[in-house]
């Protein structure tokens, strides 16, 4: 028995670029408004500006997933809960690209053997004990903000903002790997100055609060953000003189714990 492929909705560009986002980086159901594999292109390509703002969306689910989570058990088993509310709802999307980097950084002694690991769907030593590390890490840093509830919950949201932020100006600054197939060749090669000014509009609902509360915070989060980018970006030239997407995936969830790094620093 044969069935039908599934029909798209009807198509409609204001709609288009912020539903491919919504769909690109999370699993939450949306109608599709694509007609073909070129139109798909095109709207993921005009979707990254938009990142920012599914990010602060993801964000506010997981702040919520805490609250709600906190009311039954302790704060500890509600963060755990509310990050793997968060796995679910993304896929795991930058956490697989965290652990896939460091495999291949960790393990890989040419250019060649870095990008052959990047594409590995298998996890070694590297791969675990760095995401490990970093889910533990951001754990952590949301567990010494719980005696604060409200500042807990912007500076989760505004890190999961900053963190898609982070992909967006990674994409503008520095070039793809031209010889990969990937999402970065896709999609970074179309960056222009104008979707960077449009994805900052974008981060605003997700940061402006947090950033008035804690200006010290947010002045420190940029000059460290800086100073990762600063690294990174000659770091990704000289060893596989480019991007990957697992490169901008990282580049996220280093960015969210630059933010939370920054918001629980003294408290």
Known sequence: MSTSPPTSSPRNPLLAAPL???????????PSTTTSSEQASRDLRAAVPWFPLVGALIGAITAAAIYAAGNVWSPPVAVLLALSVEALLTGAFHEDAVADYCDAFGGGWTRDDILRILKDSRH??????????????????LLSLESSPQIQALALIASATWGRFVIVVLMAIVPPVTDRDSLAKDVAHQMRPRDLAWASLAALPGLGLWFLLDPLGGLLTLLLTAAFLLWYRPHLLRTIQGVTGDCLGMSCY?????????????R
């Not at 630059?258 to 629980?264: G, K, P, Q, T, V």
């Open 20 to 30: 491919a986002a919504v769909r690109f980086l999370t699993r939450i159901p949306v």
């Open 254 to 266: 280093a960015g969210q714990l630059i933010l939370l790094l920054c918001a629980a620093a003294g």
């Open 124 to 141: 070694g030593t590297y791969g675990v004990l760095g995401l490990t590390l970093a889910v533990a890490l951001r754990a952590a840093l």
